[in-house]
């Protein structure tokens, strides 16, 4: 049984561009969180979804930052005009339930701005 | 207020001994779970441990158990018998069941280094 997988591992944007980050959670598992981890900083809480549907942003920041479920295919965190304050290390955590259960996370995508 | 506060900011232990790492916690929730997550420099996030807070034993896995101290509202992490791959970052993480979606809360963590 796979693990969470997220693509890609390594991100370098310059200042003004998108970053898409994915995030294929463990098989049977359909609920994902994206976490944010600055340097030296715990992990940080940003989105909440299920297959199609967005439970909980309030961790989002309100512009620029987007996050999708689709039906079919991977959980997708969008950063539109990226700043370099964006640059920081995105997790992908899943779990089957959504309160009981642990979160298992994926290795992260490590986004660097210039 | 911190709701999950992790007060050594690094720690050392000889290689083969026992060492605890702390963790307080702040919450009015009568039902959460605590997690203690291991971040090694490669950086992935490594489940260890869970406790419910109705759990009437305190949760073990392997060398790692969890010191649960409800009314205290500490859940320190101990680990035994330490090895050099122990050397990592640890956080202590909180989800609250009620008026949330279930989210973890992490603490700022602990850099453990194990010395040969």
């Known amino acids: 049984n796979a693990g969470v997988m997220q693509n890609p591992r390594h991100l370098v944007r310059r200042r003004g561009q998108e970053a898409r980050l994915r995030c294929s959670p463990m098989?049977?598992?359909?609920?994902v969180y994206w976490y944010r981890q600055l340097p030296e900083e715990g992990l940080k809480f940003m989105v909440y979804?299920?297959?199609?549907?967005?439970?909980?942003e309030s961790g989002m920041p309100k512009e620029r930052f987007s996050a999708e479920f689709p039906k079919e295919g991977p959980s997708i965190l969008r950063i539109q005009q990226v700043v370099r304050g964006d640059s920081a290390a995105y997790f992908c955590?899943?779990?089957?339930?959504?309160?009981?259960?642990?979160?298992?996370f994926g290795p992260g995508t490590r986004l660097t701005v210039l | 207020a911190q709701k999950i506060t992790q007060t050594q900011p690094g720690m050392f232990v000889q290689e083969k001994e026992a060492v605890t790492l702390d963790c307080t916690y702040d919450?009015?929730?009568?039902?959460?779970?605590l997690f203690w997550y291991k971040q090694p420099s490669s950086g992935e996030m490594i489940f260890l441990i869970y406790?419910?807070?109705?759990?009437?034993q305190n949760a073990t896995e392997g060398r790692y158990s969890l010191n649960f101290q409800k009314a205290r509202k500490s859940a320190n992490l101990v680990i035994s018998a330490s090895q050099l791959g122990d050397s990592a970052m640890y956080f202590c993480a909180m989800r609250e069941a009620g008026g949330s979606q279930g989210n973890l809360i992490f603490g700022k963590g602990t850099k453990l280094s194990v010395k040969p």
């Open positions: 955590a899943s779990s089957p339930q959504r309160v009981v259960d642990t979160q298992y």
């Open positions: 979804l299920q297959k199609e549907n967005i439970i909980d």
């Open positions: 919450t009015s929730d009568p039902s959460y779970g």
């Open positions: 098989k049977g598992h359909s609920h």
């Open positions: 406790q419910g807070s109705y759990d009437q």
